[in-house]
């Protein structure tokens, strides 16, 4: 496209509309990063939009153009790329998320299902704009077709890599919660994660095993020889299974509570003896973890000897 089809400018934010494809894989730590630059220097990068009559919609740049809208910025400098056509703009805006630091899989794939189902762009378009292969598009496709909302959110905050997760969604959506919970409590990578996957969804797997690949994983593996020589490589070893798990206790915790916040008297009573148990879980978790505190707290070096 020829760049004397595009305008600098400055636009009112509330002109702006925010874009709800990018918005899948706009991250609240995103937001605060521009927040920091914003509140610092103003509105130091551009964002660019898309101009349909009087519209103007996001292409790249939703997580400053959130940033602007919390701090009262009330404008921002923009390029409007002047197509009018939806799929030019979401051939776009998919383009500048690989091409740049915003986007996510999540969002890249959201726009590649809508652009190939409802604008009729063909995949073998979609490699020519991308530089990708049709594997790569059909994987990050299966995130938004596929992927339960639960697991989503996981890839949403990085406690589900975006790789494990293109695997994950091989699975039938009713399981793919649990087996991802498991996979992150149990440090299971991507290459493990598409194994388990792989046994899970032969034909002729018994439910004895499927139940067992949901459960315990890692025995799992071991049983049938998978190498695990992959996770003992991993750098983060444990380091990164314990800020996995925390991140992910975290944000289920707030969850629920903000489930229980809003419960009724029946659901409460319904799952008192499940709550019971929770409290017990987090009561010895918190034991645990005072403990595991106390035992680094300042005092002898850890792993020194006398000087």
């Known amino acids: 496209m020829s760049s004397t089809k ?28 521009y927040d920091r630059v914003t509140k610092a220097y103003g ?3 551009p964002a660019i939009v898309g101009q349909s009559g009087k519209t103007y919609r996001i292409l790249a740049g939703q997580a400053r153009l959130e940033a602007c809208a919390q701090n009262g910025i009330r404008e921002m400098p923009t390029i409007i790329a002047e197509i009018s056509s ?18 996510s899989p999540l969002s890249e794939g959201a726009f590649i299902h809508a652009l190939t189902t409802q604008h009729g762009v063909t995949r073998r378009e979609l490699m ?11 994987k990050r496709q299966s995130l938004d077709v596929k992927l339960c909302g639960d697991v989503k959110a996981m890839v949403r905050d990085g406690t589900v890599s975006p790789r494990t997760a293109e695997e994950i969604a091989k699975l039938p959506q009713e399981v793919q919660m649990e087996f991802a919970c498991k996979a992150v409590m149990d440090g299971i990578n991507k290459t493990d994660a598409g194994q388990l996957v792989s046994l899970y969804v032969q034909e002729n797997a018994g439910e004895a095993l499927r139940r067992a690949i949901l459960n315990t994983p890692l025995a799992v593996l071991d049983a049938h020889a998978v190498s695990r020589v992959s996770r003992r490589k991993d750098q983060r070893g444990m380091l990164g299974r314990i800020a996995d798990s925390i991140g992910f206790l975290i944000r289920m915790a707030n969850e629920l509570k903000s ?7 029946h659901s409460i009573r319904m799952m008192h003896e499940d709550l019971t ?5 987090l009561a010895d978790l918190h034991t645990a973890s005072i403990g595991a505190i106390v035992a680094v707290s300042p005092g002898e070096p850890q792993g020194g000897g006398a000087q």
């Open 259 to 265: 489930l229980l916040a809003t419960a009724d008297a």
């Open 128 to 138: 020519a704009l991308l530089k990708k292969s049709k594997s790569w598009i059909s």
């Open 86 to 103: 939806e799929a030019e703009q979401m051939k776009l805006a998919l383009l500048l998320s690989t091409v740049r630091e915003e986007g």
């Open 277 to 281: 148990t929770m409290c017990a879980v």
């Open 43 to 45: 509105n130091v990068a």
């Open 6 to 33: 595009n305008t600098a400018c400055t636009l009112k934010v509330g002109q702006i509309e925010k874009n709800p494809i990018l918005a899948l894989g706009t991250t609240e730590k995103e937001i605060k990063t």
